[in-house]
């Protein structure tokens, strides 16, 4: 018992890559084709546009990035608040004992 023959054999013996580029397209789209066919980048930014062109490797850069954010304003502000700090007890160390401030200037010279 034999098959009967594929209708798209014919089509298919016909069928062959195109050998130039078609005339009417741009020299600009080749190039770029070409390019993404075998025009790989290397170094550094390309390795680095390859990991973040990754959806799941983009959300957790991001999410790096905003969390060392917060981070590096959470040490700013900590800074900020212990000289605050510093100056009010040094301001009410003043405050309740005024001899400080004149044995401060006469340790001074």
């Not at 023959?5 to 397209?25: F, G, H, I, M």
């Not at 040094?90 to 309740?96: A, D, K, N, R």
Request: aromatic share 8%; glycine share 4%; net charge negative.
């Amino acid at each position: 018992m034999s098959t009967p023959p594929d209708p798209l054999d014919p089509l298919l013996d016909r069928w062959a890559c195109p050998k130039e580029p078609a005339p009417n397209l741009s020299p600009e789209v080749w190039r770029r084709i070409m390019m993404a066919e075998g025009g790989r980048r290397e170094g550094f930014w390309a390795e680095m546009d390859a990991w973040l062109s990754r959806a799941p490797f983009a959300a957790l850069f991001v999410a790096c990035c905003a969390l060392l954010g917060l981070f590096l304003a959470e040490v700013r502000l900590n800074h900020e608040q212990r000289e605050h700090s510093a100056l009010l007890a040094q301001s009410y160390l003043q405050l309740i004992d005024p001899l400080l401030k004149e044995n401060a200037v006469a340790k001074a010279p």
